[in-house]
């Protein structure tokens, strides 16, 4: 089983990031996708999420609005779209598949600076 996040990076502030996660080693479509973020020197915390089936989406506050989570059942990969981006957007962001079994990326790191 793997799920392998990409797309992170440096922005300025108010850009946008396109983030992925390719899954591999499980039925993709039978599992809910998640995001969570942890901050250096903070708890790991959840983002967004999507249903599997009826593909309903969920946000945290802080996200809500900037950010959007779709997924790819076909391509076994789901995307988190991060737009007007704020420096405490900073932090590893990692891909989550919680289903029959709870399964977790290694996480990819964002950085919002000017």
């Known amino acids: 089983v793997q799920l392998v996040e990409s797309g992170g990076g440096l922005a300025q502030p108010g850009g946008s990031l396109r983030l992925s996660c390719a899954a591999s080693g499980f039925t993709f479509s039978s599992y809910a996708m998640s995001w969570a973020r942890q901050a250096p020197g903070q708890e790991r915390e959840w983002v967004a999420s999507?249903?599997?089936?009826?593909?309903?989406?969920t946000y945290a506050d802080s996200v809500k609005g900037r950010f959007t989570i779709s997924r790819d059942d076909p391509q076994n990969t789901a995307y988190l779209q991060v737009n007007s981006l704020k420096p405490e957007d900073t932090a590893v962001y990692y891909c989550?598949?919680?289903?029959?079994?709870?399964?977790w990326g290694q996480g990819t790191q964002v950085t919002v600076s000017s």
């Open positions: 989550r598949a919680r289903g029959m079994k709870d399964y």
């Open positions: 999507v249903t599997s089936n009826t593909n309903k989406r």
